[in-house]
């Protein structure tokens, strides 16, 4: 339901943007959010993105590099991520959590999740 694509290998200081695509069904409603999951440790928020796009949340440590956003019409969520570095190698996912809502930095707030996409930053 919903589909995550974008990721792949990339030198350090390079960007890459992500896609969360609906399918099956709509999450243009949905508060969204991306999650990563590195090798070896606990899954972690990244940004998060309310109902109508209207207020956006990130982790500290992607602050001022990655931009979440949300095109509603082609129900699909985006993770603009610049000046890469070694440590964002991880598993990205996208969630959603429910109709009309805040994101949140808790996973388990989220009903839905995508397969996941792997971005891998070469130092």
């Known amino acids: 339901q919903l589909q995550a694509s974008g990721g792949g290998l990339v030198q350090a200081g390079g960007s890459l943007r992500l896609s969360c695509a609906a399918s099956g069904r709509t999450f243009s409603a949905y508060a969204m959010g991306w999650f990563r999951q590195a090798p070896g440790k606990e899954r972690e928020f990244v940004a998060g993105?309310?109902?109508?796009?209207?207020?956006?949340y990130y982790a500290d440590s992607v602050k001022g590099r990655f931009t979440i956003s949300r095109d509603i019409p082609k129900d699909t969520v985006y993770l603009q991520m610049n000046s890469l570095k070694p440590d964002d190698t991880a598993v990205y996912y996208c969630?959603?959590?429910?109709?009309?809502?805040?994101?949140?930095?808790?996973?388990?707030?989220?009903?839905?999740w995508g397969q996941g996409t792997l971005v891998t930053v070469s130092s």
């Open positions: 993105v309310n109902w109508s796009g209207g207020s956006t």
């Open positions: 969630a959603a959590r429910r109709i009309y809502s805040e994101s949140s930095y808790l996973a388990g707030e989220y009903a839905y």
